[in-house]
């Protein structure tokens, strides 16, 4: 999995293709967001389509990496996690 770059200062959008995951006619019904460690990079706000999630992030400790996770639930019920890895730095 790719590391993804983030300056601390930066406020970002990521996002999640489920499209790939969905049954057809599936969609997203709730979409979740998780930052760990929980310190100082942030979820600034989160939405959702019927096949992708989007967080924007903010802030973030020089050096340190975080795991930001996505949970879905669909409208069949399933529910799934995907991660992204974010690396705090100066750019």
């Known amino acids: 999995m790719a590391v993804l770059v983030k300056d601390p ?3 970002l959008d990521y996002a999640i293709d489920w499209s790939d995951y ?11 967001w998780e ?11 989160s939405e959702h389509g019927d096949s992708r999630s989007q ?7 020089v050096r340190d990496i975080y795991a930001v996770t996505n949970r879905i639930t669909t409208s069949l019920g399933r529910i799934d996690d995907r991660s992204l890895t974010i ?5």
């Open 35 to 45: 930052v760990t460690p929980a310190e100082s990079l942030s979820v600034f706000v």
């Open 87 to 91: 690396r705090v730095q100066e750019r």
């Open 9 to 11: 200062e930066a406020r």
């Open 55 to 61: 967080v924007t992030l903010e802030g973030g400790t």
């Open 22 to 32: 969905l049954d057809m006619g599936e969609t997203i019904v709730e979409s979740l």
